[in-house]
């Protein structure tokens, strides 16, 4: 397993287009994040899953945008009407969860980096 | 809710100088504790964490952090800076119960490196 993958890696859309982000986590990772990052600042959180299940929504995550994850393996994200303000690095990470604890070790992939012309 | 603050968003050094990267957090419980190194057009790799036990961990590269309770710190240290170590440095926080999963992260630190 050669880790975290995204794609694509680089995305450019006009205002208003509809846009779609894959990523493939990590085999029998049963967790999936999206994270979002703009320049300057850190990740910041969207959404998780856990198998097929969507178990948390950031306020950040409008109705414009959608996750899904529908086999529990790999996970779409789309944003539809795509704004300027949409511009940024979308990160995905997986983690296992182990044992009883919720120790939580995420794995990154490259990101996709999107610019809303 | 929790948070993390890096001071300083540029940090410079001298090659083979000492690394010395602040992470302060804010949460109810004391969370697992991550840094986090961050090339150019890459994602997130982990350079070392704190979930439980002795305070000191080390990680890879030669980084090393300490998780002081007292001050809700968790530096990041490196005795001597080598070129290649220039990079942004994110530091995040994740919480202590089952049903949680996201990290929260500071807007990280540009580490430079100079000759």
């Known amino acids: 397993d050669t880790g975290v993958s995204q794609d694509p890696r680089h995305k450019i859309t006009k205002r208003g287009q509809n846009v779609t982000f894959r990523c493939d986590p990590i085999?029998?990772?049963?967790?999936l994040y999206w994270y979002r990052q703009t320049l300057g600042q850190g990740p910041e959180f969207l959404t998780y899953?856990?198998?097929?299940?969507?178990?948390?929504k950031s306020r950040l995550l409008s109705d414009r945008f959608s996750a899904e994850r529908p086999k529990g393996s790999f996970s779409t994200l789309e944003i539809q009407r795509t704004e300027q303000g949409d511009s940024a690095m979308y990160l995905c990470?997986?983690?296992?969860?182990?044992?009883?604890?919720?120790?939580?070790?995420?794995?990154f992939g490259p990101g996709t980096r999107l610019t809303v012309l | 809710a929790q948070s993390v603050t890096q001071l300083g968003s540029h940090v410079s050094v001298s090659e083979g100088a000492l690394v010395l990267l602040r992470c302060n957090y804010s949460?109810?419980?004391?969370?697992?504790l991550f840094w986090y190194v961050q090339y150019p057009n890459q994602g997130l790799q982990l350079l070392l964490k704190?979930?439980?036990?002795?305070?000191l961990v080390k990680g890879i590269n030669g980084f090393e952090a300490e998780f002081k309770k007292s001050e809700t710190s968790f530096h990041l240290t490196k005795p001597s800076a080598h070129m290649s170590d220039a990079a942004e440095y994110v530091c995040?926080?994740?919480?202590?119960?089952?049903?949680?999963?996201?990290?929260?992260f500071g807007d990280g630190t540009t580490l430079t490196v100079k000759p």
């Open positions: 990470a997986s983690s296992p969860q182990t044992g009883g604890m919720s120790y939580n070790e995420q794995f």
């Open positions: 085999s029998e990772h049963n967790r």
């Open positions: 899953f856990q198998n097929e299940a969507q178990l948390e």
């Open positions: 949460s109810s419980v004391p969370p697992y």
């Open positions: 704190y979930t439980t036990g002795a305070t």
């Open positions: 995040a926080v994740t919480r202590r119960d089952l049903n949680a999963g996201k990290s929260t």
